[in-house]
């Protein structure tokens, strides 16, 4: 048996546990409201399977991607935000920023983004 990994607070978000400002949900995905916005409109998407990262990902979760894609395209649109553009971000890992063990999408817009990448 795999070792299992700690619970992340998304897992608690996921089952209702911490409140949150959410967007969309079905039996596969929750989007909501980032606690800390980087930009005027940011959301997170994530899949309610316990996924750690993109680098973890298995190729039966390929298109729970798509389908968590699609979610932030609609989001987009609905938010109008869609015709000007965003951005849609995943970390990956330490070097990549990510702080959250459970795979997420970034969706950021509403304002042009800088892109403030480069090594620390
Ligand atoms: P990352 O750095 O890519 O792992 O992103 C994790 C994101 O989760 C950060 O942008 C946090 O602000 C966000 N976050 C952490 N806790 C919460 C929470 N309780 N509600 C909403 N967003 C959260």
Known sequence: ??????????Q??????????????????????DIHPLAP??????????????ATLEDEDVPLMGKMIRVAR???????ISEKG??????VGEHGGQEVQHIHLHLLGGARLSENIHPL
Do not use: W
């Open 1 to 10: 048996m795999p070792k299992r990994m700690a619970e992340t607070v998304f």
């Open 12 to 33: 608690k978000i996921i089952r209702k546990e911490i409140p949150v400002d959410i967007l969309y949900e079905d039996e596969d995905i929750l989007a909501f409201r």
């Open 41 to 54: 409109v940011h959301v997170l998407i994530i899949p309610k399977k316990e996924i750690v990262s993109v």
């Open 74 to 80: 609609d989001i987009a649109r609905d938010l109008k």
């Open 86 to 91: 965003y951005k849609l971000l995943y970390r």
